[in-house]
């Protein structure tokens, strides 16, 4: 399922726009927020993307965020995190 909802000042402007899609277990598989304008009035325009990768037990094993390192995750057999691990270069 994806969903999208945008942020409006009291003249109609758009703000922000956060879109994301979710899977059938309810996990979040990737969201994208862009923001149309500063707090200060100035135009500027950011788009930062996430995206989550989940094992067959619905673990968080990967999560990516645009312009940053990947980090992977691992669980002990009792499912509490074993590492948390961040990737260089992995983009």
Do not use: C, Y
């Amino acid at each position: 399922m994806e969903s999208s909802l945008t942020f409006r000042t009291a003249n109609a402007q758009a703000v922000q726009n956060l879109e994301l899609r979710v899977n059938d277990m309810g996990n979040v598989e990737w969201r994208r927020l862009t923001r149309h304008e500063a707090p200060s009035g100035a135009p500027v325009l950011e788009v930062r993307h996430e995206s989550f990768i989940f094992d067959s037990q619905n673990r968080l094993t990967s999560s990516l965020v645009s312009g940053q390192d990947a980090q992977h995750f691992t669980f002990a057999p009792n499912g509490n995190i074993e590492s948390k691990k961040k990737m260089p270069g992995e983009k």
